[in-house]
């Protein structure tokens, strides 16, 4: 990481992303807050995040896109989701990494890493935007009810260095921010988990059904493909992947 980023270093927090939004005003486009201990890690639809104190990456990160509308603003999550991905190809070579819609990374079938994108708007546009990364890399048992987490160490039998390994996933994200929205957008797409079919099920009904991932909105919004040949696209709690 180039001297350019600001980094906050806590020893406990709520959570990273309650504390850089507490003190955005004094942040600048690449800031870091990471901590070895949150008391109240967030995922997404408001689950927790379980991680070891001093094992695990769980940090944020401060993103200032330049005059980004805000109906386009899932293209900062596909930045950030496959900014790690970048990080993490190279390290487990022997192994399919992916990205579960909208934002979770799988290897194999187990998840390694979740994200947590909160925006905040200004008028039309993407005033900014905080990244909570929770990224498990040197635990080596989880346990909590999480039905397929899964860690570096536990693939590799490896140790890594934290500080190092924040540094390449930073720059890695903030690479990825710097590159056109549609060639980062096809990446997305070309990453994503199970996008060649899998079972779903309509949250709001029940139903279960087998499609194809047929587009992602810049809204974030997934369009399925059922084999009735019906599309169907969905919020984020609106559908859930059956394992």
């Given at each position: 990481m180039t001297d350019i980023h600001h980094v906050i270093r806590l020893d406990e927090c709520s959570s990273t992303n309650s504390y850089m939004a507490s003190v955005v005003s004094g942040l600048s486009h690449g800031a870091v807050v990471i901590t070895d201990r949150q008391t109240a890690g967030r995922g997404?639809?408001?689950n927790s995040w379980e991680a070891m104190p001093g094992k695990n990456l769980t940090f944020s990160l401060f993103i200032k896109p330049d005059a980004m509308p805000a109906r386009d603003q899932f293209y900062i999550s596909e930045a950030v989701a496959l900014g790690i991905t970048d990080i993490l190809r190279p390290l487990l070579p022997d192994n399919a990494v992916a990205i579960k819609w909208p934002n979770d990374i799988y290897v194999d079938d187990c998840k390694i890493c979740g994200i947590l994108i909160e925006n905040s708007l200004i008028g039309s546009s993407v005033g900014y935007s905080i990244a909570g990364i929770g990224l498990n890399v040197n635990q080596q048992s989880f346990y909590s009810d999480a039905p397929n987490p899964v860690s570096?160490?536990?693939l590799t039998g490896v140790q890594y260095d934290l500080s190092k390994l924040l540094d390449d996933v930073v720059d890695a994200i903030l690479s990825r921010l710097l590159q056109?929205?549609?060639e980062r957008h096809a990446d997305y797409m070309s990453s994503l988990y199970r996008r060649e079919g899998a079972?779903?099920?309509d949250m709001s009904t029940?139903?279960?059904f087998?499609?194809?991932?047929?587009g992602i909105a810049p809204t974030g919004h997934m369009t399925l493909l059922d084999t009735e040949g019906n599309s169907r696209t969905y919020a984020f709690k609106e559908v859930a992947l059956v394992l």
């Open positions: 997404q639809r408001g570096l160490v536990m056109h929205v549609y079972g779903y099920r029940g139903e279960e087998h499609a194809i991932i047929a």
